[in-house]
């Protein structure tokens, strides 16, 4: 379940599936500029208006612009795709895979499309043919961080733990070659590392994360995270209280006081540990 709430985060920042994920701190990186040969279709004006739609969140305009734009022509590739991510913000995976497939036979060099692909099986958890649709997503544009990143969550998904840690520090090099980072990504490769017990790596990550954005809760909470497992209890409730007090990213209030809660315990604070359950029992009520 957190690899799967760890893609739906991702896709705020990839792709901008808006409906479906809570606001990122990152700008939603959406499909590659149309290109040339898009522009010249007689849909192109009406894909246009939907897409302006979709970024405003005006989702059933966005649909009836898309809906005229394909009338006019049915292979009209960005359109397609957009209309994939309005289905899958909807939970219809097969209206979907049904549009990608359109668009994949329209372009099948368009590897935006094909990632898109990849992604809706990703998220129905069909992993080998979600890998089989990144890796050609991959093919098509090597320099394109999103495919590796997501190899890498469907290779942990199954548990292939070393490809996937090869495959974040993949993407995380891409990124920096493109000077376009990412907290999630980072933070992506932490989490494993983590996992893994490679603390020395994880830390470099985390402190990359949290100077690329410092007001995001989410670099700070996993920098709690690894200090509690290091045992370090007054580094760790340091981060965890920093991570309350903000309120941008991803981790959720819960999330964070459980942690607070684990730390003070383990410091011996067991007035400021009930401090913290309580707080969480008030959530649940």
């Not at 739906?8 to 500029?33: D, E, S």
């Not at 897409?51 to 009836?64: E, G, I, L, W």
């Not at 544009?141 to 490809?163: F, H, I, S």
């Not at 990412?182 to 490769?189: G, I, M, Q, R």
């Amino acid at each position: 379940m957190e690899l799967v709430s760890r893609a739906m985060r991702l896709a705020a920042v990839w792709i901008g599936i808006l409906a479906c994920v809570p606001a990122c701190a990152q700008a939603p990186r959406n499909a590659p500029a149309a290109g040339q040969s898009f522009r010249q279709s007689p849909g192109f004006a009406e894909y246009e208006r939907a897409n302006a739609y979709f970024t405003q969140r005006k989702y059933q305009d966005c649909m009836d612009a898309l809906d005229r734009a394909l009338r006019l022509d049915p292979k009209l590739v960005p359109a397609l795709t957009l209309r994939a991510k309005l289905a899958m913000a909807a939970n219809r995976y097969d209206v979907a895979k049904e549009s990608l497939e359109r668009a994949i036979a329209a372009d099948p060099a368009y590897g935006y499309a094909r990632f898109l692909y990849g992604f809706q099986y990703y998220q129905q958890n069909e992993m080998p043919a979600a890998i089989a649709a990144f890796e050609k997503a991959r093919e098509l544009n090597p320099k394109d961080p999103q495919a590796v990143l997501y190899l890498g969550l469907a290779d942990e998904a199954l548990g292939r733990t070393a490809e996937a840690l090869d495959l974040y520090r993949r993407a995380i090099q891409l990124e920096d070659a493109a000077g376009a980072r990412h907290v999630e990504t980072l933070l992506t490769a932490s989490r494993l590392l983590l996992l893994l017990g490679q603390f020395d790596e994880c830390a470099r990550l985390i402190e990359r994360a949290v100077k690329l954005d410092p007001a995001s809760r989410d670099p700070h909470f996993e920098a709690g995270r690894l200090w509690l497992k290091k045992g370090d209890t007054a580094k760790a409730i340091a981060e965890g209280e920093t991570s309350l007090r903000l309120h941008s990213g991803d981790v959720s209030e819960r999330q964070v006081r459980f942690l607070l809660v684990q730390a003070y315990r383990a410091a011996g604070r067991d007035q400021d540990a009930e401090r913290h359950a309580e707080a969480l029992r008030k959530l649940d009520r």
